[in-house]
């Protein structure tokens, strides 16, 4: 989409005969002219002409063949899909990897020391404010603060691309879970290098996955991408459920039959 007028953290953008009203925080500052790739009503990445002319044109011929043009369901897309790309050509494709900082006191380096990609979707969570990095170590101390919390296990971006889709999506959702159920949600990514041991501990064992944590306690876990719909409809419910066990400890308890006072904390690390 082309914006056509920015009014702080939010542009006003036409393309694919429609306007609409972008969020931009996590692309950074905007000017009138430049072409954004949208994704659920957030600028996920900044184009230059010629980039946003092959993402339009190729948009254009998926819809020629939905519709039932049989030329267009044999013609090749304007861009070599992601499907066909190497490990390199993918990991430019999705803005590069960089070395992150170390952070909030937390080392996200790998154990012989050099400093862990983290794609750059990702890093931005951290550099907006939208989320903080968590590790097996330092989970604990974070969901000291009561409340609402999500923990981000995105896993490796070039073997699980739709990471990158769920992390644009997280600051939707504690928008969503703000703005529409009155319940502030914190969110926290967790380092490439703590966050095998964070799934262990859960039970988590696909990835992407958010967990849903609440006092301390798990609550359950979206995993994969969903649509819009499904994920508002999970939100709404991971609001209502009380805590449980964890699905790698004993039998989780079902949600209608537990009573609200009783509190599951995550079971001790190892």
């Known amino acids: 989409m082309r914006v056509i007028e920015v009014q702080g953290l939010q542009a006003s953008c036409d393309g694919r005969c429609e306007r609409r009203r972008i969020d931009t925080s996590l692309v950074?500052?905007?000017?009138?002219?430049?072409?954004?790739?949208?994704?659920l009503d957030a600028a996920r990445e900044k184009l230059d002409a010629?980039?946003?002319?092959?993402?339009?044109?190729?948009?254009?011929?998926?819809?020629?063949?939905?519709?039932?043009?049989?030329?267009?369901?044999?013609?090749?897309?304007?861009?070599?899909?992601?499907s066909a790309l190497g490990v390199d050509d993918l990991i430019r494709l999705t803005g590069g990897a960089r070395h992150s900082p170390v952070h909030q006191g937390i080392d996200v380096t790998n154990t012989g020391g050099a400093a862990?990609?983290?794609?750059?979707?990702?890093q931005r969570l951290i550099d907006d404010g939208h989320a903080e990095f968590v590790d097996e170590?330092?989970?604990?101390?974070?969901?000291?603060?009561?409340?609402?919390?999500?923990v981000l296990l995105a896993g490796d971006p070039v073997r699980f691309p739709e990471s990158l889709d769920v992390a644009v999506v997280v600051p939707e959702?504690?928008?969503?879970?703000?703005?529409r159920f009155g319940r502030p949600l914190r969110v926290a990514v967790a380092t490439r290098e703590g966050e095998d041991a964070i799934a262990r501990r859960v039970g988590s064992q696909r990835w992407p996955a958010l967990l849903w944590l609440?006092?301390?306690?798990?609550?359950?876990?979206?995993?994969?991408?969903?649509?819009w719909d499904d994920y508002v409809?999970?939100?709404?419910?991971?609001?209502?459920?009380?805590t449980t066990r964890v699905p790698s400890v004993g039998i989780p308890v079902n949600a209608a039959g537990a009573s609200a006072d009783c509190h599951y904390p995550l079971p001790s690390v190892d």
């Open 137 to 150: 170590r330092t989970l604990d101390d974070w969901l000291a603060d009561s409340g609402e919390c999500v």
């Open 173 to 179: 959702l504690a928008r969503l879970a703000e703005g």
């Open 28 to 39: 950074g500052p905007c000017s009138a002219g430049e072409w954004l790739l949208v994704f």
């Open 50 to 82: 010629t980039r946003a002319a092959e993402i339009d044109a190729t948009l254009s011929l998926v819809e020629r063949a939905l519709a039932g043009d049989a030329a267009m369901a044999r013609a090749s897309a304007h861009f070599e899909l992601p």
């Open 214 to 227: 609440r006092d301390g306690g798990y609550v359950t876990t979206l995993a994969g991408m969903m649509d």
């Open 233 to 242: 409809a999970n939100v709404a419910h991971a609001l209502a459920q009380p």
């Open 116 to 122: 862990h990609e983290v794609a750059p979707v990702v």
